[in-house]
């Protein structure tokens, strides 16, 4: 009996247990579902979220890119290069954002524009070859643009022998001294460094006026000597003068020991003679001396003596020379220094250590020949 209810006890036990399992189930399952729906709710809400915010991206990007709202293209690349890792300079969009659009010009390309116009204006020719010259440091120097037109060991620093008698007359008149006094030629003009021969011999007598035109036609040593003795203050005072003339005119190469160019120490630099030459055809006397022919001199006893001009181009129809000085002595070779018209154009040359009498002539021709040569086959300039 005790086993029967035990039985019975059990089993209703089981039953309940049962019921309340299956209870369970039907209340997990409803939560289940619940969870489920709530997850495909929330996923529509998402997808519904991101297809407004895709067409209101859209609609923001089309507005954004309309004229007036563009976002500029340079910008555009780099974000795009960012996004694919391709160089910005190598980007489609970073191409594109260097071409002009419209009638609009990108700056660099209007600056480049104006330097190559600019170029173009300050061109005298556009010469084809450079010219052939013998000599071993030249400059050819358009003074109407201050550029050159030709270089050759233009800052080598070279004795520069007789040019240094520029320098010299510049000083001589910057001092502002009467042009109508006596010099006297003394034994202290007498070369000794060189022993070179002149025909004004000791006892000569011409005015300051006269002994400067010796000097730079003829390129007679004791009168340039002579003209720094008279300087106030002596050679010494001179030659000092002549160094600071040369620091004032930016000649930051060159070096006068004496008044001559007799002394090889008298260095300088084509480049640097340029500024010398230029300076020096502002001088009316300078320019009048250098480019004269010959002269003749009544020497003592009523004795006349034809001087010549050591650069035979100034005789010449073909030339038109606002400046001339030649220059000679071993160290330095021959040398000439030359501020021309070519074809009505002004230009400064420099020719300096040429090898033979008449190589430093050939090579003066020869550049004006060039010049003449590319002028004819220069294009028309238009100014604006």
């Known amino acids: 009996m005790k086993k029967i209810l035990l039985i019975c006890v059990l089993a209703g036990h089981a039953l309940i247990a049962q019921a309340g399992e299956n209870d369970g189930n039907k209340g ?3 939560a289940r579902h619940h969870v489920k729906h709530h997850k495909k709710s929330h996923h529509k809400a998402v997808h519904h979220h991101k297809t407004v915010r895709h067409h209101k991206t859209h609609h923001q990007t089309a507005h954004r ?14 974000v795009a290069a960012i996004m694919d890792a391709t160089p910005i300079a190598d980007h489609p969009k970073a191409v594109q954002a260097n071409l002009p ?3 609009e010009k990108p700056a660099a390309a209007h600056e480049a524009s104006l330097a190559m116009k600019y170029d173009t204006r300050l061109s005298l020719f556009q010469p084809h070859s450079s010219p052939k010259l013998r000599s071993s440091f030249a400059l050819v ?53 060189k022993g070179t021969h002149s025909r004004l011999s000791v006892g000569t007598t011409f005015t300051r006026r006269e002994m400067l035109n ?62 010398m030459v230029a300076a020096a055809r502002k001088y009316k006397l300078i320019h ?14 009523g004795r006349e003596l034809l001087f010549n001009n050591t650069n035979p181009l100034v005789k010449s129809n073909s030339w038109e020379i606002g400046l001339s000085k030649t220059g000679f002595i071993n160290e330095a070779g021959r040398c000439l220094v030359m501020q021309a018209q070519i074809r009505q154009h002004p230009v400064i040359i420099v020719l300096l250590d040429s090898v033979g009498k008449s190589t430093r002539i050939g090579d003066a021709n020869r550049v004006k020949k060039w010049i003449e040569s590319a002028s004819v086959q220069a294009v028309p300039m238009h100014r604006g």
Do not use: C
């Open 28 to 30: 997990v399952e409803p």
């Open 141 to 193: 120097y358009d003074e109407e643009t201050q550029r050159p037109l030709y270089t050759k060991n233009p800052d080598q620093i070279t004795p520069i022998a007789s040019i240094t008698k520029l320098m010299t007359a510049m000083v001589v008149l910057d001092a502002k001294p009467d042009l109508d006094e006596e010099i006297r030629v003394s034994e202290e003009d007498l070369d000794t460094l």
């Open 214 to 275: 010796l000097a730079l036609m003829s390129s007679e040593n004791r009168a340039a000597s002579a003209l720094a003795r008279y300087y106030p203050g002596g050679k010494a005072a001179a030659v000092a003068a002549m160094n600071a003339k040369a620091r004032e005119l930016g000649m930051t190469n060159t070096t006068f020991r004496d008044p001559t160019g007799l002394n090889s120490q008298n260095v300088s630099t084509a480049r640097d003679l340029v500024k």
């Open 288 to 301: 009048q001396f250098t480019t004269t022919a010959s002269r003749v001199m009544e020497a003592k006893r």
């Open 65 to 78: 890119e309309s004229p007036k709202n563009r976002v500029s293209e340079p910008e555009t690349a780099k």
């Open 101 to 103: 659009e419209g009638n």
